[in-house]
């Protein structure tokens, strides 16, 4: 099987092709080429060096060689013939980034790249790329799955599903990453736990964890040591936890806490990446011996501070270091694969159509909860009924997701301003106002996708 990684120059793409090693050491891989796909020829050889010295370590390891790599920046060419698509993109990049968030911290709100007032702006710009993508895809590939890790994974991965129908299958690291921590807190091997988790993507509760056929939240909610030795006990505390019945996803540090914005002086975490990964890029290609080094050492960079200000708010917490190891959307990727590929049902928290599992929601919306994968794609597993404060807070958000994608699709402004508008985390008509000019000012692109009042 073919895979195309979209976004192929992005900075973890090199941690999907590990993991595709993972599996051939272990005679599991179902892909046998790898294709990487980008605009930017410069990152398509940075990363490309960085690719090809694990595929050098593992054939001296272990006498075989991983799926050959191919870069293209034509998207035809790398889609034509591919059987699945890993999608990373990020349209506009880094700077796109970087303007979601200062836009943001301008006009008074919470300058981060998916919740919020960024997260509306950079949908509007990416919904007509990935449409565009799968009405390639479509065409010159009809039979191919996609696996949407790009954000804002929700809204990405309806619009796909609009063109492709249930072949797209959104994926996210945060959920998978909180199960986990929270099975370790109680001593249990997260392969033996099953997790009941909903809500929207960077949105959702872990509700349950069964293990032996009990559901063990409950002890880890009582045990106040254990409950704070990981990271989301940290961040919450373990008061906020009980009083929630249930553990949320660590983007929702954002709403309960009221903090983790940096000031206006500040950098944004845009702009720490950029300055992180900066020296990689500038130098990989051309010291392509030292580039894997030069990856990790900027990976371990990222990782290290990933949502430090909210760690910093929540009395400095330190990420554990099976976190910073990497392991969490990849892993997650390849688990979706193989269901595909093999048609071996796996439980899986993924984004993917409603069908009634969430109350109150479309039956095409896409919502991130517990799945059954396998050849057929993903189904919704039945959970307990969402609190009353979760279904309000979910209900608000779908609302506004719903917003975005109807302005994209009309290219009307309207719609764009009512989304900024009720996002809980923004709530005022004149700082929607502010946001919608100063995102229209800063990407002159985005008057095109929204040419009317």
Known sequence: MRLTILGGGGF?????????????????????????????????????AVVEHHRAEHRAAHGGSGPP?????????????????????????????????????????????????????????????????????????????????????????????????????GICDSPVGLGRRAARALGLDPATVRFDYAGLNHLGWLRGLYHDGRDRLGDLLADETALESFEEGRLFGAAWLRALGSLPNEYLHYY???????????????????????????????????????WERARLAREETYMADNRRAAGGVERAAEDLDGGGYERVALAV??????????????????????????????????????????????????????????????SVERDVAEAVRTGSRTPALRAFATHPLIGSVPAARALLDGYLRAFPALAEVLPRP
């Open 337 to 398: 694969m193989r269901a595909i590929a093999r048609d071996e049902p796996a439980r899986l928290i993924v984004n993917t159509r409603n069908r009634g599992t969430i109350d109150g929601l479309d039956d095409d919306a896409v919502v991130e909860v517990s799945c059954l994968v396998d050849a057929n794609g993903a189904r919704p597993l039945a959970g307990g009924r969402l609190s009353a404060h979760q279904s309000s807070l979910v209900q608000a958000v779908a």
């Open 69 to 169: 790599v191919r870069v293209e920046t034509d998207l035809e060419t790398a889609l034509t013939g591919c059987d699945i698509v890993f999608s990373a993109i990020r349209v506009g990049g880094m700077a796109g980034r970087v303007l979601d968030e200062r836009v943001a911290l301008a006009a008074g709100v919470l300058g981060q790249e998916t919740v919020g007032a960024g997260g509306i702006s950079y949908g509007l710009r990416t919904l007509p790329v990935v449409t565009e993508i799968a009405r390639v895809l479509a065409e010159r590939s009809p039979g191919a799955w996609v696996i949407n890790f790009t954000n804002p994974a929700g809204l990405v991965t309806h619009a796909m599903a609009d063109v492709l129908g249930d072949r797209v299958i």
């Open 12 to 48: 973890r793409v090199p941690l999907v092709y590990r993991a595709l090693l993972s599996d051939v050491s272990r005679g599991d891989s179902p892909i046998t080429e790898v294709v990487l796909f980008d605009r930017d020829r410069r990152r398509l050889e940075a990363i490309g």
């Open 256 to 294: 309960y806490m009221g903090d983790g914005a940096a000031d206006a002086g500040e950098a944004t975490r845009g702009e720490q990446i950029t300055a992180q990964q900066a020296a990689f890029y500038r130098e990989a290609p051309g010291r392509p011996r030292e580039a894997a080094v030069l």
